[in-house]
């Protein structure tokens, strides 16, 4: 049969699937193919998540590019309010706001967890085995 036989049913005596002769050969091993993970588990960040790591990114390179700016670029010789250094100023502001942003979603999704937690039936009350 090149490579495969019948598996015989312990129960009724009958032949019931397929399996490789190597799964045989070694005991308690058997081949597997296609989706092993439970179903009810959660794999996918929230959309929170996402967002607030996107924030959280975004903020930080716009602090560091206004450190860069006010550091490389901008001319604080004169009094004047130059362009460069009212960038380096509203990038540094849009940073520390995208970054307090990204800190509120956070939090917002820890406490939605935490109620979760806190709202789930004791063990006992579960059906434990």
């Known amino acids: 049969m090149s490579g495969r036989i019948l598996a ?21 091993r058997r081949s597997y ?9 959660r794999t996918r960040s929230r959309l929170a998540v996402r967002l607030a790591l996107g924030a959280a990114v975004a903020g930080a390179t716009c602090i560091v590019a206004a450190l860069l700016i006010a550091y490389l670029i901008a001319d604080h010789s004169s009094s004047d309010s130059s362009p460069s ?3 380096a ?4 502001v849009l ?12 939090i917002g999704h820890g406490r939605r967890r935490l109620w979760r ?13």
């Open 117 to 129: 937690w806190a709202r789930r039936p004791p063990r006992d009350a579960q059906g434990s085995r």
């Open 89 to 92: 100023i509203g990038l540094g």
């Open 33 to 41: 193919r296609g989706n092993m993970r439970a179903p009810n588990l």
């Open 95 to 106: 940073g520390v706001l995208m970054v307090l942003v990204s800190a509120v979603l956070f």
């Open 8 to 28: 015989m049913d312990s129960i009724a005596g009958r032949p019931h699937a397929l399996m490789n002769i190597r799964a045989q050969t070694q005991p308690g």
């Open 85 to 87: 250094s009212l960038t």
